[in-house]
Antibody
Framework: QVQLVESGGGVVQPGGSLRLSCEASGFTFRIHGMHWVRQAPGRGLDWVAFIRHDSNSKDYADSVKGRCTIFRDNSKNTLYLQMNSLRPDDTAIYYC????????????WGQGTMVTVSS | EIVLTQSPGTLSLSPGESATISCRASQNVVRKSLAWYQQKPGQAPRLLIYGPSSRATGIPDRFSGSGSATDFTLTISRLEPEDLAVYYCQQYGSSPYTFGQGTKLEIK
């Protein structure tokens, strides 16, 4: 079945690191650009990062630029987000989402993984 | 950065009524790249409308989108209890890919 499944969330201290994963199944992962989007508790949606299907282009929100790296392994149908120097305001549910078309809306979302940054 | 402002913040309507949600952009949205998402409690967002009047796969025709440039509208007709959710507009044409702050739809 067509789906995205995130993992890797957890509780981390300020200044710590975490790597999120998003495993895709049921579709041809290697032809789609992919995004990370986050949602702080009780808040709205914030786009975090984008990677092109072939990894030749990456883009980041200013709030995470220099602290986060998006990358992918098309042989494993998996998207990643490496997060460093984490801050309490990074606390959120992190969703991966598939880009569809160009320009492309986010047509498929995972269920999300929770990241809590707290001492 | 394109700022999207949704109104109203909360909408409380009865089953069978129609809901209208507005989304205003701080500058022209390029290439009609405006989408609407529905997020039910405890769930991930789901794409409803894109481009800005095309329905995503499996979305009933009670949901419709319209607009251009800086003003867009999501209309939900014949409201059902299952439409209880927060609705977000988003522009996906230029980075950063911004979302509106959300409109909470309550069903009386």
């Amino acid at each position: 079945q067509v789906q995205l499944v995130e993992s890797g969330g957890g509780v981390v201290q300020p200044g710590g690191s975490l790597r999120l994963s998003c495993e895709a199944s049921g579709f041809t992962f290697r032809i789609h650009g992919m995004h990370w989007v986050r949602q702080a508790p009780g808040r709205g949606l914030d786009w975090v990062a984008f990677i092109r299907h072939d990894s030749n282009s990456k883009d980041y929100a200013d709030s995470v630029k220099g602290r986060c790296t998006i990358f992918r392994d098309n042989s494993k149908n998996t998207l990643y987000l490496q997060m460093n120097s984490l801050r309490p305001d990074d606390t959120a549910i992190y969703y991966c989402a598939r880009k569809w078309g160009n320009p492309g809306p986010f047509d498929l979302w995972g269920q999300g993984t929770m990241v809590t940054v707290s001492s | 950065e394109i700022v999207l402002t949704q109104s109203p913040g909360t909408l409380s309507l009865s089953p069978g009524e129609s809901a209208t949600i507005s989304c205003r952009a701080s500058q022209n949205v390029v290439r009609k790249s405006l989408a609407w998402y529905q997020q039910k409690p405890g769930q991930a967002p789901r794409l409803l409308i894109y481009g800005p009047s095309s329905r995503a796969t499996g979305i009933p025709d009670r949901f419709s989108g319209s607009g251009s440039a800086t003003d867009f509208t999501l209309t939900i007709s014949r409201l059902e209890p299952e439409d209880l959710a927060v609705y977000y507009c988003q522009q996906y044409g230029s980075s950063p890919y911004t979302f509106g702050q959300g409109t909470k739809l309550e069903i009386k």
